[in-house]
């Protein structure tokens, strides 16, 4: 599971004792506050979606607990408009609904031959 929190990214894991407890695995820092934070179906790739007037979309790589960072895509108008945000499949893109233009905007977020 991961979770967001003052410039830090927090991976935890459930314990292994067999409770039902889950307990923090490692923490990273960051330099933006997250609006959307979502996971790829295969838990390799994690995706951070900034709140600022910039707008950034943040990739990490997941390997087991280790949070890589891989790249960073600039969203045009702002985060803020970043909307219902998904992940396809494969991992290659992200979607999002506009809710300023009432579009859904697309997004490559690996090269298809990756």
Known sequence: MYGVGSEQLFVWQQRTDGRARWERAAVYPVFAS???????????TLVGVTYSAHGEIHLWRVDGMTV???RMLTVEDGSWLV?????????????????????IRIWQLKDARS
């Open 68 to 70: 890589i960072p891989e």
């Open 34 to 44: 997250f609006l959307h934070l979502l996971l790829s179906a295969d838990g390799q």
């Open 83 to 103: 909307r219902q945000p998904a992940i396809s499949e494969d991992a290659q893109y992200l979607a999002a609904a506009d809710p300023r233009d009432n579009i």
